[in-house]
């Protein structure tokens, strides 16, 4: 009979073994409900125990439709995730960060809603849920929704329909937000559908026509978002099991009358289901090893959950009590279950059903809630939760604990005893809260006209960030008595330093005196410019800047307060930016007598990507005996190995192998670069000299993941001779620390113009990183064949990795073969850095002889591979008194990191001009070498910084002349016939025409009178805009390309084999069109296969825009030689059906297979043809706290006669807003000590997000366009756009200088990249002097 032992809970000794007496935790599976058995591992003795009390020791879920039993199999750190993705149930449910910040893990969870008991659906990130809380909950995945082959989803069809998929590797889970919103509010608004879309990023599309897709089922989408409505029924497939009829998520409940104990393998999960319940349990574990949870997405943020960490879990989800909300009496009552979702919900009824007063309350709380993390994470996250993390980290910027400190809230406590106290927030931030747990929070009730409550929050960005600075401030002031305060007034505060939590002297400074005097104002700023001191720990933001804008949030907050004494223009003080409902146009011209060619068409396996069918490498199903493998990495940037000691890894169960530079086969070399195309030697494995703080050293291979990644992070390694890393380029100045550079390039007398110019400059500018952040992180898959090597790779460049892996392996070239089917995106970062990934995958696989898969989590991506190339240019320039440009010397700087192969300073010369003629050039590359991984190609590499770079140049020389920035660009734009500083004569320029076009259709010089007007009327508030006209020159020059078209005899089908990679830019759509065009046959017989060295060997890597292109090319050319060889055999038949001739051609014998390999000659070193455009940025930015967003965009873009305008539509706002983030919201920052990227996760790195794009985006292909020396008259748009975003940041810009001149300070000055939130205000150099009522 079993043994009863009380579980006690604590850590690893739960359970006591009858024999010997050993305690710790238990190994085997359960017996049933609340009986379990165990070995000893001590001295192996089987004996079986029982949990104290009436328990639940499995529960069921629901996934799609089908039911699960989980059991304790599963440790308590196991995510729903993990289980969707490794049973195989929903590998279209995508994994990244596993920390709530990229959002493809998105899926739809029906659970009880605590306000209303009632099962509701949720957007959830499924790797933050941990499989043990599903209890009784109803999930549905993007394979729940509709499949290609049984039917599809609205949802998927209508994200197909807009081209709101490229790589398609965000699709799922942007279909499974809109679906969790539809399931519960089948109605929404447009504004609605807008607010929830911020769970999940994308970084191809730009996020316009994913949002237009979504807005199209809102009730109020007009016309020109064609879709509509749909029935609630059409959302789901999965049929009740029950009724047969489709589910409804009506049974589900996650709210069992009984409590779920489960003992795991090392862990305990407890759900209570009341407060008695959960207070006995306080009382057991208090002095265990415990932690409570409800969301679980506090996980996101810390990583402190897991096994290891914890033995027992509580899940409060369960507690009853806790779901409180109610008014009654003076204060709100809100339980400590509800999540931030249900407080938005609670406070928008709020906002809609209170007087005018608390209207405006209410909705500045929901203002503030919104923009609190991402839907998906508020839907689960409590307030409560939130507030803890805060309590356990003081560090945390909780803009939580600003809002319900400005609403001087107290917090209920409970504790093991069952006792219940209220507590202020800032008595319990004080607390030890070990056995207890918050309740309730009572928000007292305002009612008192003359109580100003107000929060704030400055973010990098506008959805998904963590404020630098939050603030939240509650004063009494009488208006009558010129702004008297009475009572004690709060002002809380959290990014200010660790401690920092409110600002208690200004607080008792202004007790009691009149806030409309000026002096009073000055002298609470002052006071509170004297207590607010930075300190590092709570931000990698600038101090200054955070004390900035600590003072000017409650510089807002008073302007609110006392907006009757305040001059009108300062006004615009108190407000946030206000962001209505986004749109966009898109016009374009086709030509159906070439159709499919220049039809707009979605692309090839668009609804395999939103029905989640399209598998991306990871979603591989594991091979029989597959291992897995994680990179051990250095955690200095410049220092020698002393010693790496693996055996903490390997003593770790499941760990197999540590893998290092001397386990390279005899023969095999060191090195992942493929000679001789690369200057420098990159080690796969540190040999010795440690180069960038995160290098690889040596690989973990273990069964399961997480064992790889655990085993990597407990591999200890020492260092000798530490030194500072070199990590700028002004430091690699300074030290002399170059690589040779390449030639630079030079036209004219560049010296001998400036010297005569009635003008000289002499200047310098800089931009910075950018992280690809392409959402499938690097992975390799290598599978050890009798003959070789069969290698799955994340890659852009299939040839480069089968040389890297000869090399490497010493093996035949030929023993390898290279497949890749599509990218989950890769923008630059697969070209060459998928090499040290393959090649580390393929040692391992060649050295256990079994598969093995190397995927790179998200931080040692961040770490190990490099970003975009940063620059620095010192330039001199000369022109004349109009601005018309004589000659310019730059020489530039560009930030190799360790080793230089990847960097574009060859190919800069050729952008450097832009649009922009000039007589005399001198153009100079240099090479630093800093501490950093190599730096590598990010989508319009070289030419985005050479743009940059000139157009800044052209910002100084206006500015200097205190002229129009557009007429001294007009001034100087290229005209037909003239000579660009490579020697290509523009046989073809349409530059000047486009302007002219863009000033009309944008209406650039009305705008600017008003943009003056307003200016003139808002102190705080500005706008700039800026007018960018582009010349982009294309390089063809040895792009080898390797295609095969056969056609199959039986049916008369075709399959495309090119040698470009798939990775969203809608390269196959373009070869089928193409095909399809030059074949005269239907598209519905094409069909595109993946690209492989087998089929498309020797092909060069896919970039530089111009891939699809040439891929086009060699399909032409392979259509070509069929219809020639065809052709006989057609004349003897007549009119034949392609079928009937395919058949024919093959029975007498004619080869229906052809293969071409492009290797263009281009007309100029440096392109083959130029493509044009314009575009115009208008932004509007807060001045008080550098926060700005991009009000309109229009471009105009030639690109030729479009392949598939749709596709280039797509391509074009894609790239633009990429480079959004690139120049207005992305930084990379590297400790100055160690060199370690402290930016590498989605809590601090931070692409654009759906509200970060232009609220009104246009983009114009110009008509009638041609281009002779393209594919079928088309022009390349993967990359210009890019360059083109360089008008927002000049945008923003001329606001600063808008903002500097109230201040009298506008001079000339050069704004670097990125121009993040906290540079742009600290550029507007406004200081605590300027905070007045204005006069
Ligand atoms: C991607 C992302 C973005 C975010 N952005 C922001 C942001 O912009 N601003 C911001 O303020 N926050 C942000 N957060 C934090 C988020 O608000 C919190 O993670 C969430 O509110 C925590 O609630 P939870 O229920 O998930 O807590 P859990 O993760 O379940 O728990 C967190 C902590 O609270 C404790 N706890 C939970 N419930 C109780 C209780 N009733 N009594 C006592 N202790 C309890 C747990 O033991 C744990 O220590 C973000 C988080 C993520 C993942
Ligand atoms: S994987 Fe879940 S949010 Fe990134
Ligand atoms: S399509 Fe959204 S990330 Fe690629």
């Known amino acids: 009979m079993p043994i009863c032992i009380p579980i006690n809970g604590a850590r690893s000794n739960f359970v006591q073994c009858p024999v010997c007496q050993a305690s710790h935790s238990p190994v085997k599976g359960e017996l049933k409900d609340g009986v379990y058995a165990a070995d000893c591992q001590n001295c192996g003795h089987f004996f079986k125990f029982r949990a104290a009390g009436p328990v639940r020791s499995t529960f069921s879920v629901t996934i799609n439709g089908q039911s699960y039993t989980v059991d304790n199999s599963y440790p308590g750190s196991t995510s729903l995730n993990e289980f969707l993705r490794q049973k195989g149930i929903s590998p279209g449910t995508k994994v990244m960060c596993i920390e709530g910040g990229c959002g493809v893990c998105v899926v739809s969870a029906t659970i009880m809603d605590p306000v209303t008991s009632k099962p509701r659906t949720y957007a959830v990130n499924s790797c933050c849920v941990p499989l043990l809380q599903c209890d009784g909950w109803d999930i549905t995945t993007i394979e729940g929704l509709g499949n290609t082959r049984d039917g599809i989803n609205p949802i998927q069809q209508r994200l197909a329909d807009y081209n709101g998929t490229q790589c398609g590797f965000c699709s799922p889970a942007q279909i499974m937000s809109m679906n969790s919103l539809l399931k519960t509010n089948p109605k929404p608004t447009m504004e609605e559908v807008e607010q929830i879309m911020d769970s999940t990023v994308c970084r191809c599309t730009g996020y316009r026509s994913i949002l237009d897709a979504m807005k199209s089922f809102a009730a109020d989408a007009g016309p020109d978002l064609p879709g509509g409505l749909i029935d609630i029924e059409d959302l789901e497939r999965k049929m009740c099991k029950k009724t047969g009829n489709p589910c409804t998520g009506k049974c589900s409940s996650d709210q069992s009358k009984t ?18 319940e959960l207070y006995t349990l306080l009382n057991q574990h208090k002095a265990d090893d415990y932690r409570l949870l409800h969301g679980n997405t506090g996980y996101g943020v810390y990583k402190d959950i897991g096994d290891w960490n914890y033995s027992v879990l509580i899940d409060v989800r369960g507690v009853v009590e806790f779901n409180i909300i109610q008014q009654g009496g003076a204060t709100i009552n809100l339980g400590s279950n509800l999540t931030i979702t249900n407080l938005l919900e609670y406070f928008r009824i709020k906002a809609v059903d209170s007087n005018d007063f608390l209207k405006t309350f209410y909705s500045n709380i929901c203002l503030h809630l919104e923009k609190v993390a991402t839907t998906s994470i508020r839907n689960l996250g409590t307030w409560a939760g939130n507030l803890m993390l805060k309590h356990k980290h003081p560090e945390f910027v909780s803009d939580i604990y600003c809002i319900l400190e400005s609403m001087k809230t107290m917090l209920v406590i409970g504790d093991s005893t069952g006792k219940e106290m209220n507590y202020n927030i800032a008595d ?287 591999v200890k390694v020492t260092y000798k001779n530490v030194q500072p890393p070199v990590l700028t380029i002004d430091d690699a100045i300074q030290k002399k620390a170059f690589f040779k550079a390449p030639p630079g390039l030079s036209a004219g007398d560049a010296d001998g113009a400036i010297a005569k110019s009635a003008h000289q400059l002499t200047g310098q500018i800089a931009c910075g990183a950018q992280y690809h952040y392409q959402l499938e992180t690097q992975i390799s898959i290598c599978y050890p064949t009798e003959d070789g090597m069969n290698i799955l790779a994340g890659t852009q460049w299939i040839d480069g990795v089968q040389k890297i892996v000869g090399q490497v392996l010493n093996v035949p070239d030929s023993s390898v073969t290279v497949e890749v089917k599509r990218l989950g995106g890769a923008f630059g970062s697969k070209i060459t850095r998928n090499f040290p990934i393959s090649a580390a995958c393929a040692l391992a696989a060649h050295i256990l002889r079994r598969p093995v898969r190397l995927m790179l989590n998200i931080h040692t991506n961040m770490k190990t591979i490099g970003k975009r190339t940063p620059y620095l240019a010192k330039y001199s320039v000369g022109f004349t008194d109009a601005g018309l440009l004589n000659g310019i010397k730059i020489d530039y700087y560009a930030d190799c990191g360790a080793t230089p192969n990847d960097v574009s300073a060859a190919a800069m010369p050729g952008w450097f001009d832009s649009a922009y003629y000039c007589a005399n050039w001198k153009m100079t590359p240099f090479l630093c070498k800093t501490n950093k991984p190599q730096n590598t190609a990010a989508r319009s590499p070289g030419s ?392």
């Open 259 to 276: 409590m779920l104990h489960m003992v795991t393998a090392g862990s305990q999960w407890l759900k209570p289901t009341n407060k008695q």
């Open 428 to 714: 319990f931030l004080k607390l030890d809260m070990t056995g207890k747990a918050i309740t309730m929070a009572m928000l007292p009730i305002v009612n008192n006209p003359n109580v100003n409550i107000r929060t704030f929050k400055a973010m990098p960005r506008h959805q998904n960030a963590h404020a630098y600075v939050s603030a939240g401030f509650n004063m009494v002031v009488d208006a009558k008595q010129n702004y008297l305060v009475s009572g004690a007034p709060v002002l809380a505060y959290v990014g200010i330093n660790k401690a920092f939590t409110r600002a208690t002297l200004t607080e008792n400074y202004l007790s009691g005196k009149q806030l409309g005097d000026p002096n009073i104002l000055k002298g609470a700023l002052t006071t509170l410019s004297s207590e607010l001191v930075t300190d590092t720990v709570a931000s990698l933001t600038p101090g200054p800047y955070r004390k900035n804008v600590a003072l000017n949030l409650f510089y807002k907050f008073v302007l609110d307060i006392c907006s009757q004494i305040v001059n009108p223009r300062y006004l615009s003080g108190c407000t946030d930016l206000i962001r209505p409902l986004s749109c966009g146009q898109q016009s374009f011209d086709t030509h159906p007598e070439e159709y499919p060619v220049s039809k707009p068409m979605i692309k090839l396996g668009a609804t395999l990507q939103t029905c989640g069918e399209a598998e991306f490498i990871n979603d591989t199903p594991p091979q029989f005996n597959e291992v897995y493998a994680a990179f051990v990495i250095s955690t200095v940037g410049n220092a020698d190995i002393d010693v790496i000691d693996p055996s903490p890894a390997l003593a770790i169960p499941g760990v197999l192998k540590y893998i290092s530079a001397k386990d390279i086969p005899a023969g095999g070399i060191n090195n992942c670069s493929p000679a001789p195309k690369f200057q420098a030697k990159e080690e796969i494995f540190c040999s010795g000299k440690v180069l960038f703080a995160g290098q690889p050293l040596g690989l973990i291979v273990a069964e399961d993941q997480m064992t790889a990644d655990y085993g990597a992070e407990m």
């Open 944 to 1335: 985005s910084p050479a743009v940059f770079i000139m157009e800044s140049i052209m910002e100084h020389v206006a500015k200097s002349l205190n002229k129009d920035q557009l007429d001294v660009r007009k001034l100087n734009l290229y005209q037909k016939g003239q000579k660009t500083p490579s020697g290509m004569v523009l046989d073809y320029c349409n530059i000047r025409a486009m302007v002219t076009q863009l000033e009309t259709s944008a209406q650039i010089a009305t705008r600017k009178q008003q943009i003056v007007q307003y200016n003139t009327a808002n102190r705080w508030k500005k706008r700039g805009i800026s007018v960018l006209p582009l010349k982009f020159g294309l390089g063809w020059a040895t792009a080898q390309y390797n295609t095969l078209v056969t056609i199959s005899n039986g049916d008369g089908t075709i399959a495309i084999f090119h040698g470009g990679v798939n990775c969203g830019q809608g390269i196959n759509i373009k070869v089928a069109q193409t095909c399809a065009y030059e074949l005269g046959v239907p598209m519905d017989i094409i069909s595109v296969k993946k690209t492989s060295t087998m089929t498309n060997s020797n092909s060069i890597t896919t970039g530089g825009s111009i891939t699809s292109e040439l891929c086009c090319l060699s399909v032409i050319e392979c259509c070509k030689m069929l219809t020639q060889r065809m052709a006989p055999v057609k004349a003897k038949m007549g009119n034949p059906k392609w079928k009937d001739l395919v058949a024919k051609c093959y029975s007498e014998g004619v080869d229906i297979t052809a293969r071409f390999v492009t290797e263009p000659v281009d007309v100029n070193p440096f392109a083959h043809y130029n493509v044009y455009g314009v575009c115009c940025s208008e932004v509007e930015l807060d001045v008080l706290t550098g926060e700005h967003q991009i009000l309109r965009v229009d471009m105009l873009y030639d690109g030729g006669k479009s392949l598939n305008p749709d596709i280039d539509i797509g391509q074009a706002e894609g790239g633009f807003v990429m480079a959004l983030g690139y120049w207005l919201t992305e930084r990379v920052i590297y400790d100055s000590t160690t060199g370690e990227n402290l930016t590498a996760n989605t809590w601090e790195y931070h692409p654009p997000m759906p509200k970060d794009i232009p609220i009104d985006f246009r983009i114009e292909f110009l008509k009638n366009s041609d281009n002779p020396r393209g594919v079928l008259g088309s022009k390349a748009v993967g990359e210009p756009p890019v360059c083109m975003a360089t008008s927002a940041m000049l945008a923003v810009k001329h606001a600063i200088e808008a903002a500097r001149k109230e201040i009298s300070k506008d001079v000339f000055f050069g704004l670097d990249g990125p121009a993040t939130v906290d540079t742009v205000q600290q550029n507007c150099l406004t200081d605590s002097t300027n905070l007045t009522y204005g006069k």
